[in-house]
């Protein structure tokens, strides 16, 4: 059974990074074909797909989110992280970790970002 879970804080000022850690167990982030996903869902909208890290390493990432965000991975430690960057007020959502083969098969249970000063 593939469990994840979303890790990092809370709370996080304008303007600064966001980092979170996405921990799998039950299998490894490098196994084919799998896809590792960021995804987000700001309070009374609808998900929102941030992007992606590949099995092999490659990362994908939403054109309206690209050029503040970053997605990499630690093999080692069975973990992928997301960063985004001069976050704003609308930034703020409960973000969760989920693996991609067809479908979103495995997701973690969620975790909320809030971004106030």
Known sequence: QVQLQESGPGLVKPSQTLSLTCTV?????????????WIRQPPGKGLEWMGAIAYSGSTYYSPSLKSRTSISRDTSKNQF?????SVTPEDTAVYY?????????????????????
């Open 81 to 85: 992280t997301l960063q985004l960057s």
């Open 25 to 37: 167990s039950g299998g490894s982030i490098t196994t084919n074909y799998y896809y590792w996903s």
């Open 97 to 117: 970790c989920a693996r991609e083969s067809r479908e979103y098969d495995y997701w973690g249970q969620g975790t909320q970002v809030t971004v106030s000063s």
